[in-house]
């Protein structure tokens, strides 16, 4: 057990998992600046959880520190990331908050699904990428829909890109569903 324990600690002190975590704090940060109106802050702190995450996974490769516990962290700190800066600024926004429900629900089923909570290494689908990567240009959008004026056309494709990323999200659940049905 205290070895086990040791691994664990040894491997969440690696600098690629600290890289990752620093989302958990950007979270915060997210909504603390979007509470505020702080729109170039928030920018700045999205370019940085942006940054981090295509650094970590890079720097985990070149390190060969690329662990079970590294890919949770730096699932879990996605997660969290663009789910805050979702929830945020639709509430500031008033749009719907079903999206931010759905990527919790999602990624909760794709930690159990994959057993990662129990040390077995996530197991992501080809969708569930996408839908990874479609959160953050989202998340990124509709921070920019703070930034700048745009024009109406921008509104109607932030709606259509939010129902696009639903409906993906719920086929991406059914999808995992279905696979771990039938296996």
């Known amino acids: ?108 089923q794709y930690v159990i699904d994959s057993r990662a909570h129990r040390g077995q290494r996530l197991i992501a689908s080809r969708l569930g990428r996408y839908n990874g990567i479609g959160y953050f240009l989202f998340a990124g959008a509709l921070l920019l829909d703070e930034v700048v004026t745009p024009s109406p056309i921008w509104g109607i494709a932030l709606m259509l890109t939010y129902w696009a990323l639903f409906t993906t999200t719920l086929l991406s659940i059914f999808d995992r569903a279905l696979a771990q049905r039938q296996s």
Do not use: Y
């Open 1 to 108: 057990a205290a070895n086990k324990e040791a691994f664990i600690i040894s491997g969440l002190i690696q600098l690629p998992n600290v890289i990752s975590a620093s989302r958990f704090v950007l979270s915060a940060a997210m909504i603390l600046t979007v509470s505020q109106q702080l729109w170039l802050l928030s920018g700045a702190v999205f370019l940085l959880a942006v940054a981090s995450d295509l650094l970590d996974g890079e720097l985990a490769r070149r390190r060969d520190q690329v662990t079970t516990i590294g890919g949770l962290i730096d699932h879990a700190a996605d997660a969290t990331f663009v789910t805050v800066t979702i929830t945020c600024l639709a509430l500031q926004q008033e749009r719907s908050l079903l999206l931010p429900m759905l990527i919790i629900l999602a990624f909760t």
